[in-house]
Every structure is written in C-alpha cells, then in structure tokens.
C-alpha cells in the first residue's frame, strides 16, 4: 500500500472527524493516533525512531493508505518527501478556538504524564516529543499556543505544493473535501466525532 491522503493538522483541529469522512470516502484505512493507543508496543517503538531520524514508514503505515492527527502531522516536512504523489490536507479552526480546545485536552494529559499509567508513559512521552516537533513544547500560554499553532499551519503552505493541499474547516462539510479528492459526495451527514469528553473516553480506553 502506499499512502494516498495525509493529514498535516495537528490534534484538535477535527481530526478525528476527518478519518471518520476519508473512511467513507474509500481512502481508508486510515491511520489515527488512536490507532497507536491501540497498538503501543509496536507502533511507539516505531515513531520513537522516527523522532530519531529512523523512520520506517512502510512498517508505521502497514495496512493504511491514508493518515491524520498527531504523530503523521508533525512530519509532514519528511512525509512529501516519501510520498510526493499523496494530497495533503491541513484542517484549520481559529486559533482561539483550537487553543481553547487543546489546552484542556492534550496539553493537560501532557503536563500530567508523570502521574499517568505506567503503560502509558511511553506513548506520552512520545506523543509529547511529537507535538514539541510541531514547535508546541509544554508550558505555553494561550497566546503562546495561538502563535505556535498558526506558524506550524504556515509551515504546512510553505512546505506542500498548493496544488496537492486543501486547508479545511470541517465545518465545511463534505463539498470542498470531495472536490479535492475527486469523488462524489455523500448523502449523508458529515462526521462530527471527538468532542472534549469523548477525548478523554477514547485516551482512558472507555471507547
């Protein structure tokens, strides 16, 4: 399998929303960082050496021809590289909002690592070595926050030909995402999924 879609915007953004639509859409399966929760012992290893340089993207994305969400958005820099023929799309809320939303998500279970689970410890620390890449360290204010959020979404324009990108709100529905990916759209609903409680259900293993 090679990699058809990747998703460069980092968590928060509806992400998980948009595996849910490229699912639908025929490009899955499509690899999430839950996927990674569910798997840990192989495929944190994997992206621990990624962060090394060490990449072995064939084993990471075995069974997948599409990617979203953290760890794929913080690489998306090496990602073009080894798939230069893939879309990208970089889903973007107003930074306000995303910070809003991250702060009490992700960054919290972040400064909260050290009293996590021993099993998890090791997808944390990875996870935060991953977001650090995307030049979000921990101990940010929300201005803070809104400025390293919209330099990585920068970074993403900057990096991937405008012809293989779509930026999108998933708010936007299905049009625009059809479009880019050249299929019919759908007759039902757009996927709205992974709100702030269903975020910490899906990290505690509840979903």
Known sequence: MTMKVIG???GRTGTYSLMLAINQLGFGPCFHMEEVLHAMPKQVPLWTAALTG?????AIYSGYN???DWPTAGFFK???SVYPMAKFILTERSAESWADSFAPTIYQLLAEKDSAPIEMKDWLAMSMEVIHKSGIPLGLNRQELMKAYTAHNDAVKNTIPADQLLVFDVKQGWQPLCEFLGVPVPNEPFPR????GEFWDR???KI
């Open 203 to 205: 990290v505690t293993g």
């Open 193 to 196: 999924s992974n709100d702030r």
């Open 8 to 10: 460069a915007g980092v």
């Open 54 to 58: 060490n990449a072995d993207w064939q």
């Open 78 to 80: 090496e990602l073009i």
């Open 66 to 68: 599409s990617a979203v």
